[in-house]
């Protein structure tokens, strides 16, 4: 699938970010010496979609609010968080139902320019507004809000409740830390234990009771061009990093992760909890001794040193393939590796 706007995805990291990713570079066969600093904007403003963008009104004008009168037709779509798996997702949808409008809200106006010329109709109240959208999914993560469970809300009611309402969570909250297995319907750590794994099980619950249905992903990874991002990157960049080599952990590509969200709001299920991983759990040592053996990166990452920290668990989502139709365009980081 082509990452059709992508490059313009590497604004969400901020200056920090990207003087840490700045000095990996990828060796690569057909691209000079890719750097992980963000390439420029290489944004398709031709599809049919963006012409229309521009019919409507976009975001902040007071007025949205006093006239719901955009026409919203049966297969268009909110996505409150367009980040990187949003945008692959609308991609998606858009290949899946071409003519849909597609609309975003998002935490600040940094991305509105970039979001409209791939006709992605950003605002940052469309969940404010009087407007009922027939398919919501929210994949903003809990970091840039103060009050994630507040927008959670307003996006689950602005949902018509005819097509489908998907939260996209994090694994996270299973409570397993000695590496063992996990699946969908494994116990969850109890509210109270930690803040970062409450608000996402508070999250879910709005979300499920509103007859919504919740997506928990294990870690995205991607790459594109000069863009970059997942834990590998990040490890690769400090060198040495002060965790347990042994403990396990899971990844989906965000590719993947984009057609599971899809599949399963085609689907519309009601209230159901589903699981993205690619079924090939790796420890971190793992991960990089195949960033390292892969020879596609300038970096060489040297080790673990932690001793004492949790471990992880080995995620199984076959019973998610099972009921959604779905299966991973890579199967293990070991695949994707292949591919750059
Ligand atoms: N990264 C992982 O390994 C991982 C693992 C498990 C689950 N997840 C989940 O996967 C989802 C997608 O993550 P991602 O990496 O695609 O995110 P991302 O690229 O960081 O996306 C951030 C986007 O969300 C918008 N946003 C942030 N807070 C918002 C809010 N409260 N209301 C509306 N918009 C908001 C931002 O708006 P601006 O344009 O204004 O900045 C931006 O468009 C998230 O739900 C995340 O929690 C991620």
Same mark, same amino acid.
Request: glycine fraction near 6%; charged fraction near 10%; include cysteine.
């Given at each position: 699938m082509p990452l059709m706007g992508l490059g313009s995805l590497a604004v969400h990291f901020n200056s920090t970010q990207l003087l840490h990713t700045r000095t990996v570079t990828l060796h690569h066969h057909h691209h000079h010496s890719l750097s992980l600093f963000p390439p420029p904007l290489t944004l398709n403003t031709t599809? +049919? #979609? #963006?012409?229309?963008?521009?019919?409507?009104?976009?975001? %902040?004008?007071?007025?949205?609010?006093?006239?719901?009168?955009?026409? @919203?037709? +049966?297969?268009?779509?909110?996505?409150? !968080?367009?980040?990187? &798996?949003? *945008?692959?997702?609308?991609?998606?949808? *858009?290949? %899946?139902?071409? !003519?849909?409008?597609?609309?975003?809200?998002?935490?600040?106006?940094?991305?509105?320019? %970039?979001?409209?010329? @791939? !006709?992605?109709?950003?605002?940052?109240?469309?969940?404010?507004? #009087?407007?009922?959208? +027939?398919?919501?999914?929210?994949?903003?993560?809990?970091?840039?809000?103060?009050?994630?469970?507040?927008? &959670? *809300?307003?996006?689950?009611?602005?949902?018509?409740?005819? !097509? #489908?309402?998907?939260f996209t969570s994090s694994s996270a909250p299973y409570d397993c830390n000695d590496n063992g297995l996990c699946d969908e319907d494994s116990p969850v750590v109890p509210i109270g234990r930690s803040p970062r794994t409450d608000v996402l099980l508070k999250a879910e619950k709005i979300v499920l009771e509103f007859g919504g249905s919740v997506l928990r992903l294990s870690g995205l990874y991607i790459s594109f061009l000069e863009f970059y991002k997942g834990a590998h990157v990040y490890w690769l960049e400090k060198g040495i990093v002060e965790s347990r080599p042994d403990h396990i952990l899971n990844l989906i590509h965000y590719e993947d992760a984009a057609s599971l969200a899809v599949a399963i709001l085609k689907k519309q299920f009601r209230g159901r909890i589903f699981l993205g991983c690619d079924n090939h759990p790796l420890s971190r040592q793992e991960v990089m001794d195949l960033v390292n053996k892969s020879g596609k990166f300038s970096k060489k990452f040297e080790n673990f040193t932690g001793t004492d920290d949790p471990l992880g668990k080995r995620l199984n989502n076959s019973r998610t393939r099972q009921e959604v139709g779905w299966e991973p365009k890579y199967p293990s980081f070991a695949h994707f590796l292949e591919t750059i």
């Open positions: 599809t +049919p #979609s #963006s012409s229309m963008a521009t019919h409507f009104q976009l975001s %902040e004008t007071p007025q949205l609010q006093s006239s719901p009168s955009i026409p @919203i037709s +049966p297969h268009d779509l909110l996505i409150v !968080g367009p980040g990187i &798996l949003g *945008r692959l997702v609308a991609q998606i949808w *858009r290949q %899946e139902y071409p !003519g849909c409008q597609v609309y975003s809200q998002t935490a600040t106006t940094n991305h509105h320019e %970039e979001l409209s010329k @791939i !006709g992605i109709n950003p605002s940052l109240k469309w969940t404010k507004a #009087s407007l009922k959208f +027939p398919y919501v999914i929210f994949c903003a993560p809990p970091y840039q809000s103060s009050d994630y469970l507040g927008d &959670l *809300r307003l996006a689950a009611s602005c949902w018509n409740c005819e !097509g #489908s309402l998907l």
